[in-house]
C-alpha cells in the first residue's frame, strides 16, 4: 500500500551495456558461452561429488554445495541480460527488479557464509587432522549448510527492507543491465543519504571484514602448512591457493561496488558481468584443475556413463 500511494514507477529501463551492434553482438557470443560453461561446469562438480565414492569428504560436499550456489547466481541476471542485448526497450517490473535484488543478496550472502565455512574446513584438516572426521561431521555440514541459507535470506531481507518502500516517481531508468540497491536509490523521489551508508555498512563493510578474515585465516594456514612435509604441503598448498583465488574473485567486485567512493559507470558494467557470468565459471575451473583428486573424480563418472551407455 506505500508504495501504491507514493510511487508512479511500475517497470525500470535497463541502458544495457552498449549501442553498438558489433560489441553486442561479441557480448551476446561471449555471455551465452560462459554462461554455458559457468552451469555445465558447476553441474559436473555437483554430478561427480554426488556420484563418486571416493569424494564423501566434508570438503568435497561444501565445495558442491558452492557450485549449487553458483548456478543459481548466474541465472539471476546472465539470462535476461542476453535477451535484452538485441531489444531496443530493456524493461524490466518493479516486481521483477526487487526479485533480482533478493535473490542476489540472498545467495551473495550464502555464498559468503560457505566460503568462512570452507576456511575452517581447511583450518580442520591442517590444524587438526586426527580429529577432522570427527570435528567436521555430517550433521556439522548440514548445520553449516542450513546456518549459511539462513543468514543469506536474513541479509537479503534486511536489505530488501531498504528499498520496497522507498517512493519512485521518475525517472526510471537504470544505467546497467540488471537491478541492485546502490543504483536503484539514487532513482528514490526522497533523500537518500543515511540510506546509502546503511547500505553500504550492510553490505560493503561485511564483505570487506569477511574477505580479510578469510585473507588472515588461510595466511596462518599457509604459515603453518611450513611445519608439514612437502608432500602435504603441495598437496594442501594447492587446495589453499583455489581457495584464496575463489575468494578475491567472489569479494573483489562486491567491496568495489559497496566500498570505491568515486564508481566509474564502465567499470561497474565490467566487474558485473565478471561478477554474473565470469565468476561462476571459473570457481569450478579453478577447483578441478588445481584438484589432482577431483580430475580423476571426474574421468571415473566420465568412464561409467560411457560405458552404461555401450
Known amino acids: 500500500m506505500y508504495r501504491a500511494n507514493h510511487s508512479v514507477v511500475s517497470e525500470f529501463v535497463f541502458l544495457g551495456l552498449s549501442n553498438s551492434w558489433e560489441i553486442q553482438l ?24 554426488t556420484f563418486d565414492p571416493y569424494l564423501r569428504s566434508p570438503m568435497y560436499f561444501l565445495l ?14 546472465a539470462p535476461k541480460m542476453i535477451c535484452d542485448l538485441f531489444r531496443k526497450q530493456k524493461v524490466i517490473s518493479f516486481g521483477g527488479c526487487l526479485a533480482q535484488i533478493f535473490f542476489s543478496h540472498a545467495v551473495g550472502g550464502t555464498e559468503m557464509v560457505l566460503l568462512i565455512s570452507m576456511a575452517f574446513d581447511r583450518y580442520v584438516a591442517i590444524c587438526r587432522p586426527l580429529h577432522y572426521l570427527t570435528i567436521m561431521s555430517p550433521r556439522l555440514c548440514i548445520l553449516i549448510l542450513v546456518v549459511s541459507w539462513t543468514i543469506g ?31 536503484l536509490i539514487k532513482l528514490a523521489c526522497t533523500d537518500t543519504y543515511k540510506l546509502e551508508f546503511m547500505v553500504t555498512a550492510n553490505s560493503g563493510f561485511i564483505s570487506l571484514g569477511a574477505f580479510f578474515l578469510l585473507i588472515l585465516s588461510y595466511v596462518f594456514l599457509l604459515v603453518t602448512l611450513q611445519k608439514h612435509s612437502s608432500g602435504c604441503s603441495s598437496k594442501a598448498l594447492c587446495t589453499l591457493s583455489a581457495h584464496v583465488i575463489v575468494v578475491v574473485l567472489f569479494f573483489g567486485p562486491l567491496i568495489f561496488f559497496y566500498i570505491w567512493p568515486l564508481p566509474s559507470t564502465h567499470l561497474d558494467k565490467f566487474l558485473a558481468i565478471f561478477d554474473a557470468v565470469l565468476t561462476p565459471f571459473l570457481n569450478p575451473v579453478i577447483y578441478t584443475f588445481r ?17 552404461f551407455r555401450k
Open 64 to 77: 558442491a554445495n558452492l557450485s549449487i550456489i553458483d548456478m543459481i547466481f548466474c541465472s539471476i541476471a
Open 26 to 49: 561479441l557480448l551476446f557470443c561471449f555471455s551465452c558461452l560462459f554462461y554455458m560453461s559457468s552451469m555445465m561446469g558447476n553441474l559436473l562438480i555437483v554430478v561427480t561429488v
Open 291 to 307: 584438484n589432482r583428486e577431483l580430475m580423476m573424480a571426474i574421468r571415473r563418472v566420465f568412464s561409467q556413463v560411457m560405458g
Open 153 to 183: 535470506l536474513i541479509h537479503s531481507s534486511t536489505q530488501l527492507a531498504f528499498v520496497v518502500n522507498l517512493p519512485f516517481c521518475g525517472p526510471n531508468v537504470v544505467d546497467s543491465f540488471y537491478c541492485d540497491i546502490p543504483r
